[in-house]
């Protein structure tokens, strides 16, 4: 909805697709029907109500976030038609070369691959993107990171984690929609290709969200704070709990 905003906004027409990114026959026959511009991709399976669910519905997980990702990538690469993919970040984890509270000197960087297979919807995303790197001329991969909305919609990372009877107090790059949105058009529009660290500066903490959610919306609202250990099994945010901060270093790969 807001994608759709912004561009009509901008005064450009937008067409959403009916066909399944599966599907590949029906994709390029609606591709060649629209004859688009340019192409925006923000589909993919997460799971509902959390993560969890993919480790039990991995066949449905493959056909969106790999298949239909690569034949929507391949079918625009073979029309030289410019795609811009929303992924995700949530594929890396702090390690010996990327430390915790390391700074932005080891932080990673667009340049690195993921390093993160503590989940299967993380897992599909890593291998994913290792594959789409072939297409980097016609293609944008957009590492979205815990996504925060201007508004308390059920899929606002804020929103999510203000349900959990337990978080893990640990900082994580983020990615405020109002601010990168606009960003992700502009980079569609000159066509600028490449994979992108696609967050905020710097790295702030569950707790530190938390905080501010109770200043500023419920001034009632408390949380507990577990260890990685007890939130794994105790909490649908296991799957997110030991990764990464992206690198305030905007660095692009053409």
């Given at each position: 909805?807001?994608?759709?905003?912004l561009?009509k906004?901008?005064?450009?027409?937008?067409?959403?697709?009916?066909?399944?990114l599966?599907?590949?026959?029906?994709?390029?026959a609606?591709?060649?029907?629209?004859?688009?511009?340019?192409?925006?991709?923000?589909?993919?399976?997460?799971?509902?109500?959390?993560?969890?669910?993919c480790?039990?519905?991995?066949?449905?997980?493959?056909?969106?976030?790999?298949?239909?990702?690569?034949n929507?990538?391949?079918?625009?690469?073979?029309?030289q038609?410019?795609?811009?993919?929303?992924a995700?970040?949530?594929?890396?984890?702090?390690?010996?070369?990327?430390?915790l509270?390391g700074?932005?000197?080891?932080?990673?960087?667009?340049?690195?691959?993921?390093?993160?297979?503590?989940?299967?919807?993380?897992?599909?995303?890593?291998?994913?993107?290792?594959?789409?790197?072939?297409?980097?001329?016609?293609?944008?991969?957009?590492?979205?990171?815990?996504?925060?909305?201007?508004?308390?919609?059920?899929?606002?990372?804020?929103?999510?984690?203000?349900?959990?009877?337990?978080?893990?107090?640990?900082?994580n790059?983020?990615?405020?929609?109002?601010?990168l949105?606009?960003?992700?058009?502009?980079l569609?529009?000159?066509?600028?290709s490449?994979?992108?660290?696609?967050?905020?500066?710097?790295?702030?903490?569950?707790?530190?969200c938390?905080?501010?959610?109770?200043?500023?919306?419920?001034?009632s609202?408390?949380?507990?704070?577990?260890?990685?250990?007890?939130?794994?099994?105790?909490?649908?945010?296991?799957?997110?709990?030991?990764?990464?901060?992206?690198?305030?270093?905007?660095?692009?790969?053409?």
């Open positions: 909805g807001m994608l759709i905003e561009i906004a901008a005064g450009d027409e937008v067409v959403l697709g009916d066909a399944r599966e599907n590949r026959e029906a994709v390029a609606e591709i060649d029907a629209v004859k688009p511009t340019r192409v925006l991709n923000a589909a993919g399976v997460t799971g509902r109500p959390n993560v969890d669910w480790e039990f519905n991995k066949q449905t997980v493959i056909r969106t976030n790999i298949i239909g990702c690569l929507l990538a391949d079918l625009c690469w073979q029309r038609l410019h795609c811009t993919l929303y995700t970040g949530c594929i890396f984890e702090y390690d010996d070369a990327h430390p509270g700074g932005v000197s080891t932080a990673f960087t667009e340049e690195d691959r993921a390093n993160f297979t503590g989940s299967y919807y993380s897992l599909t995303k890593g291998f994913c993107e290792e594959m789409l790197r072939a297409y980097l001329d016609h293609l944008t991969v957009l590492r979205v990171r815990m996504p925060i909305s201007d508004d308390l919609s059920p899929r606002n990372f804020i929103t999510k984690i203000s349900k959990y009877e337990k978080v893990v107090n640990i900082p790059s983020m990615t405020v929609l109002h601010d949105l606009p960003a992700s058009l502009a569609s529009k000159r066509k600028l490449g994979i992108y660290n696609f967050c905020n500066p710097g790295a702030i903490s569950h707790n530190e938390l905080e501010l959610y109770k200043k500023h919306v419920d001034t609202f408390t949380w507990k704070n577990c260890t990685s250990g007890c939130q794994r099994g105790a909490s649908p945010v296991a799957s997110t709990m030991r990764r990464w901060s992206c690198s305030e270093r905007r660095r692009r790969r053409r």
